[in-house]
């Protein structure tokens, strides 16, 4: 079946370091992949999402691009703040239409000052 | 106000009681989901809807079971806690585009079970 796997946290970095975490995922059909996050004592809200190879998501200068070659969605950041701490979860949507969503596992970010 | 309420918040419970989480949304969608997260496991699908008559399972409802009284509310209920299901429940809710959805996730209830 479908499944998403990330790369283990937890990640910890100085402020204004570049963030990279990995995400690959396994789907039959064409999902569309969406990158969520968790800040602290809330639930997720999206991040960012692309509905078609190459497409590339952006928000918050947060940046992925759907590669179905590599069947990736990588999360970057050029620049990351305390603000960012936070748990990011990968996800992709079930290739039955249903809208269901199958998540990674999530990978804890620790921005330090 | 939040789009998406879950109520309560937290909750402690001890082995074999019944209980039932709540949710509530004003967004005014017909899709809602109830996941439960668990540490280095991420979100898993416990049930979902996609109107008040249309009630399905997900990858792990054993234990679970669900009502849909109206299309802004969707429960979840626990008919006779154990500790394995100690976890964070978060209801979410989705407009119906298909694939391309977002869902909007509620805050989340913390269930102790002793």
């Known amino acids: 079946g479908d499944s998403v796997t990330q790369m283990e946290g937890p990640v910890t970095l100085s402020e204004e370091a570049f963030l990279t975490i990995n995400c690959t995922y396994t789907a039959t059909g064409y999902p569309s992949l969406f990158w969520y996050v968790q800040y602290p004592g809330e639930g997720l809200q999206l991040l960012l999402k692309a509905t078609k190879a190459d497409d590339k998501g952006s928000n918050k200068g947060f940046e992925a691009t759907y590669r179905k070659e590599t069947t990736s969605f990588h999360l970057e950041k050029g620049s990351v703040q305390v603000s960012d701490s936070a748990v990011y979860f990968c996800a992709l949507s079930d290739s039955s239409n249903t809208g269901k969503l199958i998540f990674g596992q999530g990978t804890t970010l620790q921005v330090k000052p | 106000d939040a789009d998406v309420t879950q109520t309560p918040r937290n909750r402690i419970t001890k082995t074999g009681k019944r209980i039932m989480l709540e949710c509530s949304q004003t967004?005014?969608?017909?899709?809602m989901y109830w996941y439960r997260q668990d540490p280095g496991l991420g979100l898993r699908l416990i049930y979902y809807?996609?109107?008040?008559?249309?009630?399905n399972k997900g990858e792990i409802s054993d234990g679970y079971s669900v009502s849909r009284q109206a299309q802004a509310k969707f429960s979840l209920s626990l008919e006779s806690a154990i500790p394995n299901q100690t976890a964070l429940y978060f209801c979410?809710?989705?407009?119906?585009?298909?694939?391309?959805?977002?869902?909007?996730f509620g805050p989340g209830t913390r269930l102790l079970v002793l």
């Open positions: 967004k005014g969608h017909d899709r």
């Open positions: 809807s996609f109107d008040v008559k249309d009630i």
């Open positions: 979410a809710t989705s407009g119906g585009q298909g694939i391309q959805e977002t869902q909007y």
